[in-house]
């Protein structure tokens, strides 16, 4: 079915890069299933991975710029028998689009009693640290954790992100899939199998430790396991959570790791005021707080807006010194 | 094609079941029994009914937080809709929509939207699944005045008229924009005529009078039917109570008490049509026969509402995903 396929089998994978994974995802997808369609900006010439040339006109559609409104639209055709993938590209776009994600699509369900469901996918990607200024640099995730009726998944690795998309595609309900572009070039193992998914509200142990639970979200991901990979060499050994899905939270997950460390620090680079961590230390706080054996500590960006000079820019975001630093503090 | 004579009676039912209703609906919300807000479709019941009388059942349809005549004038049962009002489990939407959005998507109804101007793409997403699922199904959406000057009116009407969309907007236009008049926010008063500058069809009709209602939302569902795309249709009509029960405010008026006699006295749709009906051939008797069941209609959804129970606490979390996330729920009652 796809170049991209090794050996046949459940078990056989592939490498590949958490952005061919993203297009994996979508052909698959499209090619099972006639109900799915693509919608976004730039398609013909940007798809993604020449999506575009696989499939006719009314599978993939180009749309004009008039993001509030073709979110509507991938709504309304949702409702009546479709399962849109919207691509709305860079996250501050979410913006516009989020009147019919919050007030149509998060609510009809529940507003209409059951009678409608809406099965569609808004896909954006967080363009930051490349120097776009803050219009173009935004993590808007935690402003959508509180809207009820939506699932919002952020997830680290290539296999992940295929699973989650599948599975995305695959849910009744309004799912937000924010990638993160710093993980675009990231290679691992993806399984070639056309119904892996990976399910969502599953968080993921990404490196198993002892000494201090590290919650990294997205892009965080990567330098959360490569300052594991420097610590364990000094024999500190951090266990490295990804919540993957940022809605519904996998608590459950999390409070297991901090029951046995007794110690946990969250990294993300969505700034600081009611993100996704302040959720997960005031949950765990309620939850497993008799586990805490030192304070929680949260990395993050801080409560001002992504300047353009790389100079500026790089101060930003959390680094491996900051994150090394966190954990000597709490042993 | 003109209505046959049953279809003529079926579209005096509804437009009087909007009537009654609405009446009967307004006493209780005064009386207490319906909470919320009340906004009353009485005046437009001709806009609504004869451009619903040119669907079918399987037509999708949009409407507005005036949302109490859409499903009526697509001929939905009224009890669900009345329990609905009075936030009962029974209602149409489970308690969970309440006067402002009275969906029901067994006529076809997917959404009304209190976000003015919300539910326009929308339908405009019902044409695009039409068109990708090869249906002949058209979606109509319904709109006032005011949400012309939204933006997702300019972005949705762009689209469907660029992809030829079986869609047929139809702008109940009453005037006023809560108190906002046409004169005082539109710079181009007449709506139908930026239909042309989207490239497709504009049509200015007169909102009171059903039967030009209904041929024109005819001749466009014709049209989007057979592949000619979308038709903007401006059909002028009068709300006659005020935007919401109870929000009449004295000493500003933003329309003269004569204005609203002169459209009771004069412009009513359902005198008016009465008037069709008799000079039609339909006889004093075969219409009283009608109001009588109207009246009889109203009464058994009044009661069915009344004697309904309110939602079990236990389902507050019901219809929220498709997956019922126990979890979450547990998580914000504080049970944990």
Not at chain 1, 85 to 92: E, G, H
Not at chain 2, 49 to 75: E, F, Q, W
Not at chain 2, 277 to 292: M, N
């Amino acid at each position: 079915m796809s170049a991209a396929i090794g050996k046949a089998g459940a078990t056989a994978q592939v490498r590949m890069s958490y952005l061919d994974a993203l297009v994996q995802a979508q052909i698959e997808e499209l090619e099972r299933d006639e109900r799915v369609i693509l919608m976004g900006e730039n398609m013909e010439i940007y798809g993604g991975g020449k999506i575009f040339e696989r499939f006719d006109a009314s599978r993939i559609w180009n749309m004009p710029i008039s993001e509030t409104s073709f979110t509507g639209v991938g709504i309304g055709a949702a409702i009546t028998g479709l399962r849109p993938i919207v691509d709305l590209t860079i996250a501050s776009f979410m913006y516009l689009a989020s009147d019919p994600i919050i007030n149509q699509a998060s609510k009809l369900r529940y507003m209409t009693g059951g009678q409608v469901q809406v099965p569609i996918v808004f896909r954006c990607c967080m363009y930051y640290g490349a120097a776009l200024a803050a219009q173009h640099s935004d993590r808007p995730y935690p402003m959508f954790m509180n809207v009820p009726g939506l699932k919002i998944l952020c997830p680290s690795s290539p296999a992940d992100v295929k699973g989650l998309l599948k599975s995305a595609v695959r849910d009744d309900d309004p799912v937000m899939l924010f990638e993160d572009t710093k993980l675009w070039p990231l290679k691992s193992e993806v399984p070639t199998d056309p119904d892996y998914l990976v399910p969502i509200g599953k968080a993921d142990v990404k490196l198993p430790g002892s000494d201090v639970t590290v919650v990294a979200i997205g892009g965080a991901m990567r330098l959360a396991l490569d300052v594991g990979d420097t610590l364990s060499k000094e024999g500190i050994s951090l266990e490295v959570i990804d919540p993957r899905t940022l809605k519904p939270l996998d608590m459950t997950t999390i409070i297991e790791s901090v029951a046995k460390t007794g110690r946990l620090i969250l990294i993300e680079n969505a700034h600081r005021i009611a993100n996704v961590s302040a959720e997960i230390a005031a949950i765990v706080c309620e939850e497993a707080f008799n586990c805490l054996k030192k304070p929680i500590l949260r990395l993050s960006a801080p409560d001002v807006h992504v300047p353009f000079s790389p100079a500026l820019e790089n101060l930003v975001f959390p680094t491996k010194t900051q994150l090394a630093a966190a954990v000597r503090r709490l042993l | 094609m003109p209505l046959n004579k049953s279809r003529q009676c079926e579209t005096y039912r509804r437009m009087l079941r909007i009537r009654r209703f609405e009446e009967e609906g307004t006493k209780l919300y005064i009386a207490g029994k319906i909470p919320g807000a009340y906004h009353a479709s009485i005046g437009q019941e001709a806009t609504i009914v004869g451009a619903c009388m040119a669907l079918r059942d399987d037509d999708a349809m949009t409407g507005t937080h005036r949302s109490h005549g859409h499903p009526i004038g697509k001929g939905a049962d009224l009890k669900a809709l009345m329990a609905e009002l009075m936030g009962k489990e029974t209602g149409i939407c489970k308690g969970r929509g309440g006067s402002m959005h009275l969906a029901d998507k067994s006529v076809g109804i997917i959404g009304e939207s209190a976000i003015v101007g919300g539910g326009i793409p929308l339908a405009t997403g019902c044409g695009l699944s039409a068109k990708v699922r090869g249906t002949d199904q058209v979606s109509l959406c319904f709109f006032g005045d005011g949400a012309v000057n939204q933006g997702t009116f300019h972005e949705s009407l762009n689209m469907a008229s660029l992809w030829k969309l079986p869609v047929i907007y139809v702008c109940e236009n009453n005037g006023y924009a809560i108190t906002t008049s046409v004169a005082r926010s539109h710079g181009q008063p007449s709506i139908a005529k930026r239909a042309e500058s989207y490239g497709m069809t504009g049509i200015q009709i007169d909102g009171q009078d059903v039967r030009a209602v209904y041929e024109t939302t005819d001749e466009a569902v014709q049209r989007a039917r057979s592949g000619h795309g979308p038709t903007l249709i401006e059909a002028k009509t009068y709300r006659f109570d005020e935007h919401q029960v109870g929000l009449f405010v004295e000493k500003s008026p933003y329309r003269s008490a004569e204005e609203i006699e002169e459209h009771k006295t004069r412009r009513d749709p359902i005198v008016l049509y009465r008037h069709v009906l008799l000079s039609d051939g339909i006889s004093e008797g075969e219409l009283a026969t009608i109001e009588a069941e109207v009246l009889k209609t109203v009464s058994e959804a009044i009661r069915f509402g009344e004697e309904s129970a309110m939602p079990d606490a236990a389902s507050l979390y019901d219809y929220l995903y498709s997956d019922p996330i126990p979890d979450a729920a547990q998580r914000a009652t504080g049970s944990r």
